[in-house]
């Protein structure tokens, strides 16, 4: 058994203090990590069904191989394990605003990290998300003008509940057209949302691309009793 809890990180960042904490769950029986961002849970390992599916919906979209993924925020990485899981994949770049975020997964103190550093398909990279999609140079500093076969988001808690009011702009049709300048034609974009559908955005989201659709992932959650359910919206550039 893990020490109750360990809080194995900390910062003060713009958006208040991130930190990473290891706590052992006695009716899981086993080790869970969370990162906060001030008391806002940003991420849990207990739930990663949702976080998983974001990735594993936006590739049964795609027919092929040697596909380039971005994935839009790195939490405890369990986006990013599932697009690796993908054969077809051939390169990855994760993009994360929160150097620490990064180092915790270099460091090994978050598990996925080991797995993620040890992947030469995979790359994680310091930066803005959003000022990078609204840029023409667009999401790889390295290669500017960089598309991909898929971009997968799971940064806020939803389209209109924000971690910071600057990532307004995205969720708008101006931004999801400079998100769609990022993907190859018949490229996929899907975003996780901790809330049901939102039918503003889904019209939103049909303003820019096609084959718009919103689909409900469950899950049992034995700390409510009931299940719990997230949402992942999913859109084809045209």
């Given at each position: 058994m893990g020490a109750r809890l360990q809080e194995l990180g900390w910062r003060q960042t713009p958006m208040g203090v991130i930190s990473l904490r290891r706590r052992w769950d006695p009716m899981f029986k086993?080790?869970?990590y969370e990162v906060k961002l001030d008391d806002d849970f940003l991420m849990s390992s207990l739930f990663t069904v949702a976080e998983e599916a974001v990735a594993a919906l936006a590739l049964a979209e795609l027919d092929g191989t040697g596909f380039d993924?971005?994935?839009?925020?790195?939490?405890?990485?369990?986006?990013?394990?599932?697009?690796?899981?993908d054969e077809r994949v051939a390169s990855l770049l994760v993009i994360d605003a929160l150097p620490d975020v990064i180092a915790?997964?270099?460091?090994?103190?978050?598990p996925a990290g080991v797995?993620?550093?040890a992947d030469p398909r995979c790359r994680l990279s310091e930066g803005d998300f959003f000022?990078?999609?609204?840029?023409?140079?667009?999401l790889d500093p390295h290669r500017p003008g960089r598309r991909f076969h898929a971009i997968v988001v799971d940064i806020d808690h939803s389209p209109s509940h924000l971690l910071h009011p600057s990532h307004a702009g995205f969720y708008e049709p101006a931004g999801l057209r400079r998100l769609a300048q990022h993907l190859h034609p018949g490229g996929v974009f899907t975003l996780w949302s901790n809330d049901p559908p939102e039918e503003q955005f889904t019209a939103r989201l049909a303003e820019v691309f096609t084959d718009v659709?919103?689909?409900?992932?469950?899950?049992?959650?034995?700390l409510q009793n009931r299940e719990s359910t997230n949402t992942v919206y999913l859109a084809k550039r045209r």
């Open positions: 086993t080790d869970v993924v971005a994935v839009g925020g790195l939490g405890l990485g369990y986006t990013a394990l599932t697009v690796l899981a915790w997964h270099e460091q090994g103190l978050i797995t993620l550093s000022a990078r999609c609204a840029s023409p140079d667009g659709r919103a689909e409900v992932v469950s899950f049992p959650n034995p």
